[in-house]
């Protein structure tokens, strides 16, 4: 995969904070529609919102973690797997 297809740790963070406002107004409206409809122009905006999330989730597709994170990620696992031992062999 060439660096280009891939997302950064950081751009992941912006990406995931869209993602979450998109995924807040989308909800909102969909509450909003079932008591009053939703204009052509809110529909309008409903869609754009619902095409950006479906971008948004392409690109975090492409997110992988830096090297580093994942060693640390795997250390934090392997301690918790090493101190259940160590609790089971208390017992």
Excluded: C
């Excluded at 912006?14 to 993602?19: F, I, P, S």
């Excluded at 950006?52 to 090297?67: N, T």
């Excluded at 580093?68 to 017992?91: A, I, P, Y």
Aim: aromatic share 4%; glycine share 2%; no cysteine.
């Amino acid at each position: 995969m060439k660096p280009s297809d891939t997302v950064s740790a950081e751009k992941a963070k912006q990406l995931a904070d869209e993602l979450s406002a998109l995924s807040k107004q989308q909800s909102n409206a969909l509450q909003t529609a079932a008591y009053i409809s939703m204009s052509t122009e809110e529909a309008k905006a409903y869609d754009r919102r619902r095409a950006r999330i479906s971008e948004i989730w392409v690109l975090l597709a492409k997110f992988k973690p830096e090297q580093h994170e994942v060693e640390s990620r795997q250390d934090t696992e392997m301690k918790g797997t090493s101190d259940e031992s160590e609790r089971e062999q208390t017992r």
